[in-house]
C-alpha cells in the first residue's frame, strides 16, 4: 500500500500543498486513468515505470520525475521487471503554475532528470514529514516544495529563462520562501536566479521597496509571529526554526520591527495581528 499524508498547506505567496506520499510498486502496478484539481510531480528514487498522456507514453527512470497537470487524465505503470519507486507532491493556488514554469515544465516539457537525485529525494521526505502536522509544520512543508523547485530548476531546459524583472524578483521571493528557516544567503539567491548580487538588490527594492536582506527579515518575523501564536516554545528554538542562532538575536530583531518583545507579542496576541505590513 503507497504510503500518504494529505494534508492543505499555505504559504505567504498562495502556495498549498494537497498531498504528498512514497510508494514502493509491485510489479506492473498502475494507476489511473485519472484526473486532478492540482499540480503533481512524481519523483522516482529507483526502478522505472511509464506515464501514458494525451495518446503519449513515455518510460521514466531513477533519478527522472514527471508532471501532471490539472484537469489532464493520466495513467502510469510500474515496469515488469524493476518497477520503479517513487515519491510524489501534488500542490495548487497562485503561485502553483509559476513556479512550475520556473522549473522549465509544463505540457510539452514534463520529464526532468535531477541533477542531485540525492538531495531531491530528501527534501521530499522532510515534506512529507512537515505536511503530517498541519500547524506549526505546514509553512515548512511548503518551504520545502520550493526547495524541490530549486533543486530541479536548473537542470530543465535554458528556454525557460525567465524574461522580466518581475519574474526574477518573484523567483527570488519564492527561493528565500523555501529556505528562510536556515543560514540562507542572499548572494546564494541572487546565484540561484542567475543575476549578481547587486542586481538582484536594485530590482528587488525597485519591485517591492524592500532590499532582499529586508525581505528575509519579513519572512522570517511573519514565521515567527505565526509560532509565537500557535505554539509554547522557546525564543531559542523558535529562532532556530526561522534560521536565527539565538532567541536573544529574535528579540532584538522583533523588537525592532514591531516595537515589542517577542514576550509581549505572545501575550497579547490576540489583538496584535495589524503590525505594519510587508510584501510578505
Known amino acids: 500500500m503507497p504510503r500518504m499524508e494529505s494534508a492543505t498547506v499555505a504559504t505567504g505567496n498562495d502556495l498549498y500543498i494537497v498531498n504528498t506520499g512514497e510508494e514502493a510498486c509491485a510489479p506492473l502496478h498502475a494507476y489511473g486513468p485519472a484526473q486532478r484539481k492540482h499540480y503533481l510531480i512524481h519523483f522516482v528514487l529507483s526502478g522505472c515505470g511509464t506515464l501514458h498522456y494525451e ?82 509544520n505546514q509553512l515548512a512543508a511548503a518551504g520545502c516544495l520550493l526547495r524541490f523547485i530549486a533543486h530541479i530548476a536548473p537542470a530543465q531546459d535554458p528556454k525557460s529563462a525567465l524574461s522580466s524583472a518581475r519574474d526574477y524578483c518573484d523567483k527570488a521571493l519564492w527561493y528565500l520562501e523555501g529556505n528562510y528557516d536556515r543560514a540562507v544567503s542572499i548572494q546564494e539567491t541572487a546565484d540561484f536566479v542567475g543575476l549578481s548580487r547587486s542586481h538582484l538588490y536594485r530590482l528587488m527594492t525597485a519591485e517591492y521597496g524592500q532590499t532582499p536582506k529586508e525581505i528575509l527579515l519579513s519572512i522570517r518575523m511573519r514565521h515567527a509571529k505565526q509560532l509565537l501564536r500557535e505554539s509554547a516554545l522557546t525564543l531559542d528554538d523558535i529562532a532556530r526554526l526561522i534560521g536565527l542562532q539565538t532567541g536573544a538575536q529574535l528579540g532584538v530583531i522583533f523588537r525592532t520591527a514591531f516595537g515589542i518583545t517577542p514576550g509581549q507579542y505572545r501575550k497579547k496576541r490576540s489583538s496584535l495581528d495589524n503590525f505594519p505590513s510587508s510584501i510578505v
Do not use: C
Open 55 to 136: 495518446g503519449e507514453s513515455v518510460t521514466v527512470r531513477a533519478g527522472q520525475g514527471f508532471l501532471i497537470l490539472p484537469d489532464e487524465t493520466t495513467r502510469y505503470q510500474a515496469d515488469e521487471h524493476t518497477p520503479w519507486h517513487y515519491a510524489w507532491v501534488g500542490y495548487r493556488g497562485r503561485q502553483a503554475e509559476y513556479i512550475t514554469r520556473a522549473a522549465g515544465l509544463d505540457g510539452k516539457n514534463r520529464i526532468f532528470t535531477a541533477e542531485d537525485p540525492a538531495a531531491v529525494w530528501e527534501i521530499l521526505q522532510d515534506m512529507r514529514s512537515d505536511a503530517r502536522v498541519l500547524r506549526l
